[in-house]
């Protein structure tokens, strides 16, 4: 391979069905399990982020549906205290770490390329890599709780409860190394995003062209990149705390129990946006379309949503309200948590006035979209009020702040993420959801939601405790519970619906063709599906509405392209560009399909299990394996070509 | 009571917003609403214009509310964190695995403990400092004040005042292992007179009657009291409650059963049964030791 590869000087011409035909024989999957294992195509690997994360959503919600059974009326026996410990645990760790954060990477690694109009991730590899970790760490992580000794003391998983000394079994061992293993998966993910954003979007497609789904996840890539380290160190030192006899938690030998909740979250609490952030953005990318015009504010929500993670790196003390932190400390981290509320109302407005503005259009997506406003509201205001730290100090741990984080989580998450759901689906496999079906789906969830979880705020504030099993009868909380656990199997069935509706479709939804929902952005100008390499000549783009241009009414005479542009098909190819303006600068050979990201993920799980049980033996087996790993990974390859020089006088 | 305005304050300022919004998100939908979609078709379009103004005043508006909540806040939070006048009783309060150990601090070094019932004196102010004995817990009375987690390894202050006599309910709130929801206690505000009578007698040793302590004493001491001490006997362990005044007390267990004869026996034959996971073993007793054993902790008055 000719060194001048990278810097020759593609030609520009227009797709032909022999062009396409070499594109796929290139960038095609291999068949049967050794393609199964050994993908690096973004769109394979963003569905099976985006399933894996429904399977961990049901597993959890299943959970929950068996404690809010316990929990239903006052003194029931229908779990142990070990037993529902396990359980609200797990469905903390399941939620927040297996669904709500990977279900975003899904859609993003999907979409992005597609949005972008690139041919793949940045780094397809560690892609692969990303989501094998994470699978991995899910089994792990489920592991200990499927023999029995699930992690028992909450997500947050505090010390001294968490420590050898009040925690005597594996539980605790799994959980902290099952965590870090996951942490690798994320940080990963989020290094491609930030390389993928910087270099991979195609010629014209300047950062203030971008969609706003862009903008949110990789606000939440960069916050992870400085957020997972703190989490990961937390449980590494725990680990060691637990089986190396140090004692960086152990008050009794000088080490603190706050320096765990510290660490933990200033974790924590980015990682709420993270996993928030990207959900707003497809909502403000999705919503528009249903609405007939372009978001209203594009350049301040984009704002917005990089202020929210900036100032949510400065609110993580409100969780620890409670601590006996001093009251300076108090009053900065209580404004930041109040004021935090801003770059939110940013959002809510645009919403609202692109519906005000534009003709509403009622799909299912819509519904959910719209709906999402209301939810994110409500969550946001019992924020505000928990931000508050003398109205924290009475509703704190109480089901007030239950309620507060599920209109959050499911409010930010899962409504707009089922919405994208029912709008991208056409896109993923060339049939339409069924949308009949989809208003039982949407109403039952809606209601479901609200039952549920509304009366929670009620029960906080009549001073029902977070996390306790059981409660007497005379506390007067039999009514509010009993409600509450009606409204979540509601919500449950409304769950199935839309599982039902995604089989139903797959099967015989309606042909969606190219752009069902004549929507504006690159990925609809492609085949639903698409087909391997995206798009047969890298597009151009010349405004954030490629598709509406002509319709949009500008003077602009710069019009975007499809179907006609650069010619990259000497080997798996795809154009980097600048990072601000994006013009066309190096034409990257992208990796083919390869089983190393799945045995390094291997590899690395032998570690953890080989830690986990301080077995010291499984745990070298586990670091040759990575090394002989990574030597595979890195292996300079001439396809990629990496064995030859290259001139850069030329 | 600041903290209640507070409370009120924000809590009617959420659900403005939640209104507002929910009635502007509701007329927005409905106003005019669009085509159906033919799947595939294009569609009409509006063009980039207008709305910026809902930006500048819903964020405006916005703003100046959250700015006043903050300052409104941080003047609270001045306000509470010291009381108005000098505290008349210190207490020390350490939460453990699964019940509230309560230290009475005295100047002249006469203080003593009790277990899960608070005493207090009404219109005076009463310092606590809590401690966590194990793994944190949380110090709740919500009638009284907010919560103040009890951490091991540091020593957190807080205060109480009732402005009227009663029995005030309270309970751990930081999740602490298998029981955290038995981790009840009571705080009960007396008038003075009636607390220096109450503080009088916790310091002084149970009378019980001879024949009672003959039958039982020893027996409690040799099966209980390496956990549980009496005053003025030579049980005196500190792992478990001291008993010292145990019929006076309304619950035992950390406010879990009511305290009557019955389920006094009920405990000591089953605590493991009642509350699994806690200290307290059930101690293989004869007959003969159980009935004298429970007619001493009976008479400790």
């Given at each position: 391979?000719?060194?001048?590869?990278?810097?020759?000087?593609?030609?520009?011409?227009?797709?032909?069905?022999?062009?396409?035909?070499?594109?796929?024989?290139?960038?095609?999957?291999?068949p049967?399990?050794?393609?199964?294992?050994?993908?690096?195509?973004?769109k394979e690997?963003?569905l099976?982020?985006?399933?894996t994360?429904?399977?961990?959503?049901?597993l959890?919600g299943?959970?929950?549906?068996?404690?809010?059974?316990?929990?239903?009326?006052?003194?029931?026996?229908?779990?142990?205290?070990?037993?529902y410990?396990?359980?609200?645990?797990?469905?903390?760790?399941?939620?927040i770490?297996?669904?709500?954060?990977?279900?975003?990477?899904?859609?993003?690694?999907?979409?992005?390329?597609?949005?972008?109009?690139?041919?793949?991730?940045?780094?397809?590899?560690?892609n692969?890599?990303?989501?094998?970790?994470?699978?991995?760490?899910?089994?792990?992580?489920?592991?200990?709780?499927?023999?029995?000794f699930?992690?028992?003391?909450?997500?947050?998983?505090?010390?001294?409860?968490?420590?050898?000394?009040?925690?005597?079994?594996?539980?605790i061992?799994?959980?902290?190394?099952?965590?870090?293993?996951?942490?690798?998966?994320?940080?990963?993910?989020?290094?491609?995003?930030?390389?993928?954003?910087l270099?991979?979007?195609?010629?014209?497609?300047?950062?203030?062209?971008?969609?706003?789904?862009?903008?949110?996840?990789?606000?939440?890539?960069?916050?992870?990149?400085?957020?997972?380290?703190?989490?990961?160190?937390?449980?590494?030192?725990?680990?060691?705390?637990?089986?190396?006899?140090?004692?960086?938690?152990d008050?009794?030998?000088?080490?603190?129990?706050?320096?765990?909740q510290?660490?933990f979250?200033?974790?924590?609490?980015?990682?709420?946006?993270?996993?928030?952030?990207p959900?707003?953005?497809?909502?403000?990318?999705?919503?528009?379309?249903?609405?007939?015009?372009?978001?209203?504010?594009y350049?301040?929500?984009?704002?917005?949503?990089v202020?929210?993670?900036?100032?949510?790196?400065?609110?993580?003390?409100?969780?620890?309200?409670?601590?006996?932190?001093?009251?300076?400390?108090?009053?900065?981290?209580s404004?930041?948590s109040?004021?935090?509320?801003l770059?939110s109302?940013?959002?809510?407005?645009?919403?609202?006035?692109?519906?005000?503005?534009?003709?509403?259009?009622?799909?299912?997506?819509?519904?959910?979209?719209?709906?999402?406003?209301?939810?994110?509201?409500?969550?946001?205001?019992?924020?505000?009020?928990?931000?508050?730290?003398?109205?924290?100090w009475?509703l704190?741990?109480?089901?007030?702040?239950?309620?507060?984080?599920?209109?959050?989580?499911?409010?930010?998450?899962?409504?707009?993420?089922?919405?994208?759901?029912?709008f991208?689906?056409?896109?993923?496999?060339?049939?339409?959801?069924?949308?009949?079906?989809?208003?039982?789906?949407?109403w039952?969830m809606f209601?479901?939601?609200?039952?549920?979880?509304?009366?929670m705020?009620?029960?906080?504030?009549?001073?029902?405790?977070?996390?306790?099993?059981?409660?007497?009868?005379?506390?007067?909380w039999?009514?509010?519970?009993?409600?509450?656990?009606?409204?979540?199997?509601?919500?449950?069935?409304?769950?199935?619906?839309?599982?039902w509706?995604?089989?139903?479709s797959?099967?015989?939804?309606a042909?969606?063709?190219?752009?069902?929902?004549?929507?504006?952005?690159?990925?609809?100008?492609?085949?639903?599906?698409?087909?391997?390499?995206n798009f047969?000549?890298?597009?151009?783009?010349?405004?954030?509405?490629?598709?509406w241009e002509?319709?949009?009414?500008?003077?602009?005479?710069?019009?975007?392209?499809?179907?006609?542009?650069?010619?990259?098909?000497?080997?798996?190819?795809?154009?980097?560009?600048t990072?601000?303006?994006?013009?066309?600068?190096?034409?990257?050979?992208?990796?083919?399909?390869?089983?190393?990201?799945?045995?390094?993920?291997l590899?690395?799980?032998?570690?953890?299990?080989?830690?986990?049980?301080?077995?010291?033996?499984?745990?070298?087996?586990?670091?040759?394996?990575?090394?002989?790993?990574?030597?595979?990974?890195?292996?300079?390859?001439?396809?990629?070509?990496?064995?030859?020089?290259?001139?850069?006088?030329? | 009571?600041?903290?209640?305005?507070?409370?009120?304050?924000?809590?009617?300022?959420?659900?403005?917003?939640?209104v507002?919004?929910?009635?502007?998100?509701?007329?927005?939908?409905?106003?005019?609403?669009?085509?159906?979609?033919?799947?595939?078709?294009?569609?009409?379009?509006?063009?980039?214009e207008?709305?910026?103004?809902?930006?500048?005043?819903g964020?405006?508006?916005?703003?100046?509310?959250?700015?006043?909540?903050?300052?409104?806040?941080?003047?609270?939070?001045?306000?509470?964190?010291?009381?108005?006048?000098?505290?008349?009783?210190?207490?020390?309060?350490?939460?453990?695995?699964?019940?509230?150990?309560?230290?009475?601090?005295?100047?002249?070094?006469?203080?003593?403990?009790?277990?899960?019932?608070?005493?207090?004196?009404?219109?005076?102010?009463?310092?606590?400092?809590?401690?966590?004995?194990?793994?944190?817990?949380?110090?709740?009375v919500?009638?009284?004040?907010?919560?103040?987690?009890?951490?091991?390894?540091?020593?957190?202050?807080?205060?109480?005042?009732?402005?009227?006599?009663?029995?005030?309910?309270?309970?751990?709130?930081?999740?602490?292992?298998a029981?955290?929801?038995?981790m009840?206690?009571?705080?009960?505000?007396?008038?003075?007179?009636?607390?220096?009578?109450?503080?009088k007698?916790?310091l002084?040793?149970?009378?019980?009657?001879?024949?009672?302590?003959?039958?039982?004493?020893?027996?409690?001491?040799?099966?209980?009291?390496g956990c549980?001490?009496?005053?003025?006997?030579?049980a005196?362990?500190?792992?478990?409650?001291?008993?010292?005044?145990?019929?006076?007390?309304?619950?035992?267990?950390?406010?879990?059963?009511?305290?009557?004869?019955?389920?006094?026996?009920?405990?000591?034959?089953?605590?493991?049964?009642l509350?699994?996971?806690?200290?307290m073993?059930?101690v293989?007793?004869?007959?003969t030791?159980?009935?004298?054993?429970?007619?001493y902790?009976?008479?400790?008055?």
């Amino acid at each position: 391979m000719a060194s001048t590869d990278y810097e020759r000087r593609p030609t520009v011409d227009t797709e032909t069905p022999d062009l396409a035909e070499r594109l796929k024989r290139l960038w095609e999957t291999a068949p049967g399990l050794y393609g199964w294992l050994a993908t690096v195509d973004h769109k394979e690997i963003g569905l099976r982020y985006i399933i894996t994360a429904f399977v961990f959503l049901i597993l959890g919600g299943i959970e929950a549906l068996v404690f809010r059974l316990q929990l239903s009326w006052s003194n029931l026996h229908i779990l142990t205290p070990e037993q529902y410990d396990q359980l609200f645990t797990v469905h903390g760790m399941t939620m927040i770490f297996l669904y709500a954060g990977p279900v975003l990477s899904g859609f993003s690694n999907y979409l992005w390329p597609m949005l972008l109009g690139a041919r793949d991730m940045a780094l397809p590899r560690l892609n692969a890599l990303s989501y094998w970790i994470y699978l991995f760490a899910g089994i792990v992580l489920y592991s200990g709780f499927a023999v029995g000794f699930g992690p028992n003391v909450g997500w947050f998983n505090y010390v001294p409860l968490a420590a050898r000394a009040y925690n005597d079994g594996p539980n605790i061992d799994v959980y902290a190394l099952g965590m870090v293993l996951l942490g690798i998966s994320t940080t990963v993910g989020s290094i491609n995003f930030i390389v993928t954003f910087l270099r991979m979007r195609c010629p014209g497609m300047s950062i203030n062209r971008v969609p706003i789904l862009v903008w949110g996840t990789v606000t939440a890539s960069a916050a992870n990149i400085f957020a997972i380290p703190a989490v990961s160190l937390a449980f590494l030192l725990l680990w060691m705390d637990r089986n190396v006899g140090t004692h960086f938690f152990d008050a009794t030998a000088g080490g603190s129990a706050m320096l765990w909740q510290h660490l933990f979250w200033m974790f924590g609490h980015p990682w709420v946006y993270a996993i928030v952030l990207p959900a707003m953005g497809m909502v403000s990318d999705g919503l528009p379309v249903f609405c007939r015009r372009p978001l209203v504010g594009y350049s301040v929500v984009a704002l917005a949503t990089v202020a929210t993670m900036v100032l949510g790196f400065g609110v993580w003390v409100h969780h620890m309200f409670a601590t006996g932190l001093p009251g300076v400390s108090l009053s900065f981290f209580s404004a930041a948590s109040i004021i935090i509320a801003l770059p939110s109302a940013v959002g809510v407005f645009a919403w609202l006035a692109t519906i005000w503005t534009g003709r509403p259009v009622f799909t299912t997506a819509f519904l959910f979209f719209a709906s999402f406003i209301l939810l994110f509201t409500i969550g946001g205001v019992s924020g505000y009020m928990t931000g508050s730290v003398p109205v924290d100090w009475q509703l704190t741990d109480t089901y007030f702040v239950v309620a507060h984080l599920h209109y959050v989580l499911i409010g930010i998450n899962v409504f707009p993420v089922v919405g994208a759901a029912y709008f991208w689906f056409p896109k993923f496999f060339g049939r339409l959801m069924d949308e009949r079906l989809g208003r039982w789906n949407f109403w039952t969830m809606f209601a479901g939601f609200n039952i549920g979880f509304f009366p929670m705020h009620i029960s906080g504030l009549l001073g029902m405790p977070r996390r306790i099993y059981t409660y007497g009868d005379g506390m007067g909380w039999n009514w509010v519970n009993l409600i509450t656990t009606i409204g979540s199997f509601l919500f449950a069935v409304g769950v199935l619906l839309f599982v039902w509706n995604v089989v139903k479709s797959l099967r015989n939804g309606a042909a969606a063709g190219e752009n069902p929902w004549d929507a504006p952005t690159l990925e609809w100008a492609t085949s639903s599906p698409p087909p391997p390499y995206n798009f047969a000549v890298i597009p151009t783009v010349a405004s954030r509405h490629p598709l509406w241009e002509d319709r949009l009414g500008r003077a602009d005479p710069q019009r975007s392209v499809v179907g006609h542009g650069l010619v990259l098909a000497q080997g798996r190819e795809a154009l980097g560009t600048t990072p601000l303006d994006a013009e066309p600068n190096v034409i990257l050979k992208m990796p083919a399909d390869t089983l190393v990201p799945v045995c390094l993920a291997l590899a690395m799980t032998v570690l953890t299990g080989g830690l986990i049980l301080v077995n010291w033996l499984v745990a070298t087996l586990g670091i040759v394996l990575i090394a002989i790993a990574i030597g595979a990974w890195l292996w300079p390859s001439a396809t990629l070509g990496e064995t030859a020089e290259v001139s850069r006088d030329g | 009571m600041p903290v209640v305005w507070l409370t009120w304050g924000v809590l009617l300022i959420s659900v403005a917003v939640i209104v507002i919004i929910a009635g502007l998100l509701g007329a927005a939908i409905w106003r005019r609403p669009g085509m159906p979609v033919v799947a595939g078709e294009k569609m009409a379009l509006l063009p980039d214009e207008g709305g910026l103004r809902w930006l500048w005043l819903g964020v405006g508006l916005s703003t100046a509310v959250l700015l006043i909540s903050v300052i409104w806040t941080v003047k609270v939070l001045a306000d509470i964190q010291s009381p108005a006048s000098r505290p008349g009783v210190i207490i020390e309060v350490t939460g453990r695995q699964w019940w509230w150990q309560v230290r009475y601090l005295s100047a002249d070094g006469r203080g003593f403990y009790t277990a899960n019932e608070i005493h207090i004196p009404v219109g005076e102010i009463v310092r606590l400092k809590l401690l966590g004995g194990d793994v944190i817990h949380s110090f709740w009375v919500p009638q009284l004040a907010g919560k103040m987690d009890a951490i091991p390894g540091q020593i957190n202050e807080t205060w109480i005042e009732a402005s009227r006599p009663g029995t005030y309910q309270g309970q751990c709130t930081e999740y602490c292992g298998a029981e955290h929801s038995k981790m009840l206690f009571q705080v009960v505000a007396q008038p003075r007179a009636e607390f220096r009578a109450w503080w009088k007698r916790q310091l002084s040793s149970p009378s019980v009657p001879a024949s009672v302590a003959a039958n039982g004493e020893k027996s409690f001491v040799e099966n209980c009291g390496g956990c549980h001490s009496v005053r003025g006997t030579e049980a005196a362990g500190s792992l478990g409650p001291d008993l010292s005044h145990l019929m006076q007390r309304r619950t035992l267990a950390s406010g879990i059963l009511p305290n009557e004869p019955s389920m006094l026996a009920k405990w000591i034959a089953d605590p493991q049964g009642l509350k699994p996971g806690n200290l307290m073993p059930a101690v293989k007793l004869s007959q003969t030791e159980r009935a004298g054993i429970t007619a001493y902790l009976l008479a400790l008055n």
